[in-house]
């Protein structure tokens, strides 16, 4: 996979010049597939408040639908945008344990 690394401020929830990074990615996947455009975008998105959720959903999916529309003005792919609540203590774990990974188990 690619990474896009940008220096924002301490505690600040949204990711700021998400356009451009999703651009730069989408730009990156065209010439690298040889001239085709994702039909769905996945975003994992880790490290959000609760009382944040819907303004970084807002804010953070109109920057992902803003930069497929610089891209092209009519593409628009299908978006899911998974948010991860911060300091969670969940962990999933396989079903048959010949399937687990490491000595914790997790998936």
Same mark, same amino acid.
Request: net charge positive; proline share 3%; hydrophobic share 35%.
């Given at each position: =996979?690619?990474?896009? %690394?940008?220096?924002? +401020?301490?505690?600040?929830?949204?990711? /700021? @010049? $998400?356009? &451009?990074?999703?651009?730069?990615?989408?730009?990156?996947?065209?010439?690298?597939?040889?001239?085709?455009?994702?039909?769905?975008?996945?975003? =994992?998105?880790?490290? %959000?408040?609760?009382? +944040?959720?819907?303004?970084?959903?807002? /804010? @953070? $999916?109109? &920057?992902?639908?803003?930069?497929?529309?610089?891209?092209?003005?009519?593409?628009?792919?299908?978006?899911?945008?998974?948010?991860?609540?911060?300091?969670?203590?969940?962990?999933?774990?396989?079903?048959?344990?010949?399937?687990?990974?490491?000595?914790?188990?997790?998936?």
């Amino acid at each position: =996979y690619a990474a896009t %690394v940008r220096v924002q +401020q301490h505690r600040q929830e949204t990711i /700021h @010049e $998400l356009c &451009a990074m999703v651009k730069e990615h989408l730009v990156m996947f065209y010439k690298s597939t040889g001239g085709y455009k994702p039909h769905r975008i996945i975003i =994992y998105r880790d490290g %959000v408040s609760e009382g +944040q959720f819907m303004h970084v959903l807002q /804010h @953070e $999916l109109t &920057a992902i639908r803003e930069a497929c529309i610089k891209l092209e003005p009519d593409y628009k792919p299908g978006i899911t945008f998974i948010a991860v609540q911060k300091r969670h203590h969940t962990r999933l774990f396989c079903a048959d344990k010949k399937e687990q990974s490491g000595k914790s188990g997790n998936i």
